[in-house]
């Protein structure tokens, strides 16, 4: 088969939970463990950090990934899921993973491990280990799919561990209260190990009181797990490494407690918190300099082709994508998008969402004052852009409907002038379809 004929393959013999959602969730380390132990242990030829969290986790990979890089060290990095190819969920020093050795791999190792009947994912992390080793990496940050505790990556024992952050999201696997959701991606803390937190926060939502939650609980769940564990546990926000924070044009600059001044090309009102959180990691891993460290954060893009993250798409009119979908998403989005109003800048929106999102919180986040063109993707799990629409409504946010991601691009272009703002998100996939006309 060739590349495209093994693609097909594989999304056709395996659910994969981006597309189908929770048919093709495969919780437990049985499979992959077994999987592990024929293709000889790939993970244990390289040094790893595991990152796990709600949100802010594959930037914080990504950022991670371009500082090793620039340190000097062969970096694997597996994310997921991918924006316009397969390939970019595997990358080693930023180059994706060669389409002649996923075909070989699939042809070699799809029936031997057929009986175990794995899902997309646990494959798709096998995949990535034996690439990575056989690539002779010295180092791999692995992103975690799910959860943590009964994700196929968590069978790695890493160097350091990251939590990022907890919010709202698949609550049907993780549980109902954000001290549950924390204990369930906690389960990627291990004996003698050291873990970061980078965010501990309580909020009170209006549209959910009963999901109230306290700071002291959420802390006291990471806590807990670490004793019970045996992982050394660091809170990146109680002693803050980004102590200023300056948005210049197309760039944001830091100022940091060791490095001083810090560029990046990430200018999501999100991005200072996932910049604590990767220095303070990088501060306990003390495999770079100061110097590799700025480098790392300024060549992030160009080191690992990051994309969808409040990414700018075009100038003039400005366009920008990006790929946030939860609660914990448009905590941020939502006032960035809102400020454009608040300037009297022309603000429109292409937006849809998945259906197992929270969807009524999202929209109360979103500005009145924009013009919505509302779609859906093609995938199963999208909502219908007309029920999306009638849901919008009902919080005072007006557009149209279309019938693809592609028709609201185009109408949504048309009417938008140089000096106008065009923002494309709600979900992957709504960027994905966007992105593949860029790209």
Known sequence: MNYEKTLEFLYAQLPVFESVGAHAYKPGLERVREMDELMGHPHMSFKSVHVAGTNGKGTTCHTLASVLQCAGHKVGLFTSPHLVDFDERIRVNGKPISHDYAVAWVDEWYERIRHLQPSF???????????????GCDWAVIEVG???????????????????????????????????IAGEKAGIMKRGIPCVVGEVYG??????????????????????????????????????????????????????????EIASPLTG????????????????????????????????????????????????????????????CFTFLGPQLQAFVDC????????????????????SYLPAGAEYFWCNALT??????????????????????????????????????PDDILYIGGSNFIVSEILKTFF
């Open 121 to 135: 994912f646990e494959l798709t992390t096998m995949m990535a280990f034996c690439w990575f080793r056989d690539q």
């Open 146 to 180: 799910l959860g943590g505790r009964l994700d196929c990556t968590n069978i790695i024992v890493p160097e350091l561990s990251i939590i990022t952050n907890v919010s709202f999201d698949h609550m049907q696997f993780l549980g109902d209260t954000l001290p549950q």
């Open 203 to 260: 909020y009170e939502n209006p549209l959910h009181p009963e999901r109230l939650c306290d700071e002291d609980a959420v802390r006291k769940a990471y806590v807990l797990a670490a004793q019970r564990a045996g992982a050394p546990l660091f809170f990146a926000c109680d002693n803050p490494q980004v102590l200023w924070v300056s948005h210049e044009g197309e760039q944001m600059v830091y100022r940091t407690a060791m490095e001083g």
């Open 269 to 328: 009102d999100c991005q200072p918190r996932n910049a604590n959180t990767v220095l303070t990691a990088l501060h306990l891993l003390d495999i770079a300099t100061e110097e590799q460290i700025r480098q790392g954060f300024w060549e992030v893009v160009k080191r690992t082709h990051l994309m969808g993250r409040w990414q700018t798409l075009q100038t003039s009119p400005r366009i920008i994508a990006d790929t946030g979908h939860n609660e914990g």
């Open 344 to 363: 009297g800048q022309k603000l429109r929106i292409v937006f849809g969402m998945v259906a197992d999102k929270d969807i009524p919180t999202v929209l």
């Open 380 to 417: 199963p799990r999208a909502l219908p852009a007309a029920d999306l629409c009638r849901m919008a409504e009902e919080k005072g946010l007006h557009g149209s409907v279309y019938a693809t991601v592609a028709e609201a691009y185009s109408a949504a272009r048309s009417l938008t002038g």
